[in-house]
């Protein structure tokens, strides 16, 4: 497996607690580097155009107020596997049913605020990765 990036969010209640530096221990204590990162506060918009695949979902509104309630760090990660890795390294969607030693079984509070995002596919990371960073943005 060749080497592969994926697009990752630091949420706000990451921000919020003051772990992003944490977190970031962790995703580089899993091999995975961070060749890009920028902390920023996500619009609306910006949340809405990126959680669109959940439009539907009874959760969109709460989960869009949620992005836009406080400073967020975007990331380009890299690395062998780099999609799947993060995934494994993330853990559940519900921290309740995350597995041992993962990001969202050590820090996350809910299933709504779950500390994390990562992109859960090669072709989706290339487009999340778009909407926040340009190729100046990164530095492997
Ligand atoms: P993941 O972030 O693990 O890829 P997802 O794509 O299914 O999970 O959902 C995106 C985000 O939406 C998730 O990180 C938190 C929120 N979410 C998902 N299911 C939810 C639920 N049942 N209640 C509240 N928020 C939810
Ligand atoms: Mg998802």
Redo the contacts with the bound molecule.
């Keep these: 497996m060749a080497l592969e990036r994926t697009f990752s969010i630091l ?1 706000p209640d990451a921000t919020r607690r003051n772990l992003t530096g944490a977190v970031n221990a962790v995703i580089e204590a899993a091999g995975l580097r961070i060749v890009g990162q920028r902390r920023i506060r996500m619009t609306r918009e910006q949340a809405e155009t990126f ?1 669109a ?2 439009k539907e ?3 969109f509104g ?2 869009v107020e949620f992005m836009t309630s406080g400073p967020v760090v975007v990331q380009v990660l890299e690395g062998e596997n780099a999609v799947a890795k993060y ?1 494994e390294v ?1 853990g ?3 921290p309740a049913q995350a597995a041992e030693g993962t990001i969202r079984k050590q820090f996350a509070e ?5 500390t ?3 992109s ?1 596919s090669a072709d989706n990371a290339k487009i999340e990765i778009a909407q926040f960073f340009t190729d100046a943005d990164i530095a492997a």
């Design positions: 949420k959680y695949v959940h979902r009874p959760f709460e989960l995934r993330m559940a969607t519900n809910s299933v709504g605020e779950n994390v995002h990562g859960d």
